[in-house]
């Protein structure tokens, strides 16, 4: 049995320095800096390991699977960035370490996000080892994933429950739209680096990371009631003090931890449409739901 | 000859109505309103206009020229949404209206900002009547003239010259990046609508743009003194209240309006490089020069 937290660990350095390097090739300035900042805070990298493991189960080229889940890490890089500013969820703190406009300023987080957001696609465009086709589609469904009717769809909804009181279907669309949307188009884009790409495969690969989105969801809700600072990095008990409405708000902690092993373990069953082996998909699934921050 | 400013009223209009169209296909959301109160908000579709002309210029597909156009204001819009927020620019008004964070509050303009330049790569990528080669080219132009090498990379300047004073090569190079990025964006765009384009038309269109781009930054220089509020539909003397460095601050009003005509003959001389006839582009370049806003 693989050792899945020294792989996913491995695959966190192969990450993280294409992304350095990604960065680098830019001229310098402060918002580049603002930008590199952001990206090499500590994340936990899950959706350009995503995309890299369904380009293996897909038998597609992990050089373009690094690149396009590379493009979606910067876009959800973005997203958190502009998360944090004042207007929006007013957040000082980022895993641990002050977020992007304490330490650089406003209006260069600001910045930082738009060129994250537009430099993505660019990096989806400089693709070498895949058909036009491919590239073209991973272009649409990043957009759509991370668009209107996607991520930022969910924003708009989070920001329209602090005024109205959701109901738990309206809840669970709005973290299938915020938290799902840049999860699927990572599993989608790695499928994608197969020319031979099949529709049956880009579905279950919707499907595991629908699932597996809502689990780390309701997960997150629940780590913010029973976490700790430090292994958090960000103060807990927050969405109460915000009167968050949340999927825990509406279930309890019990049934939440009911529902975070029922969506992981369709998340894992929809594994289930590849020929490939899904171990590692599978480990990542349940380490998803057993960790700590 | 061409009645020049009846021709650009009808092509507003055209383009207008398919900005229109291509935001009403998405969920209705008061973030989507947002987007479309700034888009609709009486630009003069200049970038979307070039875009169609070079692809008559180059023989292309009008309907793609139309997207591409298209996507490059999308992004135009959002710059200014976010140039307007108040930890940019803080302007409150817009083309004589509330700017976009006054009408919708502060998230809702970041969102629609953020979902406008989200959208735009989405729309690029529906195109249908192009190869699949040129709507990579046009994502990668597009990514790079608006990114942090370029409209970005031109605002990072445009805030550090706050704080230094930059010499005259500077402040060009500011224009270059921040005015001329979408301008170039938008007339590179326009040849790639046609299957085969050529390189060296696409050389002539980088500096067509570059030039117009110029001189039409150096006449909004001259406006900010010279023009009245209601023409502008803002206030005059902005830049010198901020203390902005400028162009004009730097030659004087007499010598930029040369600036501004030996900028707009160079553009126009670079249309030599196409065989089709250039009236309209050259008509458009002057009627730039002689605007009142």
Redesign the interface.
């Known amino acids: 049995m693989i050792d899945i937290k020294s792989y996913v660990n491995e695959q966190v350095k192969i990450i993280s320095s294409k992304l350095d390097s990604f960065l680098k090739e830019?001229?310098p300035?402060?918002?580049?800096d603002a930008?590199s900042y952001s990206v090499s805070n500590g994340g936990k990298r899950i959706r350009p390991i995503l995309a890299v493991e369904f380009a293996k189960l897909c038998d597609g080229d992990i050089d373009t699977a690094i690149n396009f889940g590379c493009a979606v890490e910067m876009i959800h890089t973005?997203s958190l960035i502009?998360d944090d500013?004042?207007?929006?969820d007013n957040d000082d703190m980022r895993r641990g370490k002050p977020s992007c406009h304490i330490a650089f300023?406003?209006?260069?987080a600001?910045?930082a996000?738009?060129?994250l957001?537009?430099?993505a696609?660019?990096l989806?465009?400089?693709s070498k080892n895949v058909s036009?086709?491919n590239?073209?589609?991973a272009?649409?469904f990043?957009?759509?994933f991370?668009?209107?009717?996607g991520m930022?769809?969910g924003?708009?909804l989070d920001?329209?429950f602090e005024k109205t009181k959701p109901t738990i279907d309206e809840i669970l669309k709005m973290y299938s739209l915020k938290t799902c949307g840049l999860i699927k188009a990572a599993c989608v884009l790695g499928c994608l680096s197969c020319n031979d790409y099949d529709e049956n495969k880009i579905k279950a690969a919707i499907e595991y990371a629908e699932n597996l989105g809502i689990a780390f969801q309701i997960q997150d809700d629940i780590l913010d009631i029973e976490g700790d600072t430090v292994s958090l990095g960000k103060p807990v008990g927050s969405d109460e003090k915000n009167d968050k409405s949340t999927a825990v708000k509406y279930f309890g902690l019990e049934k939440s931890k009911e529902l975070v092993k029922e969506y992981t373990d369709k998340a894992v069953s929809a594994l289930n449409a590849f020929n490939n082996d899904t171990e590692i998909l599978t480990q990542i699934a349940y380490m998803l739901v057993d960790r700590k921050n």
Do not use: W
């Open positions: 830019n001229m300035s402060i918002v580049l930008m973005y502009h500013l004042p207007c929006m300023g406003e209006d260069n600001l910045l996000g738009d060129a957001l537009t430099e696609f660019g989806l465009a400089s036009d086709k590239i073209i589609r272009v649409s990043l957009s759509s991370a668009g209107i009717n930022i769809g924003q708009v920001l329209q």
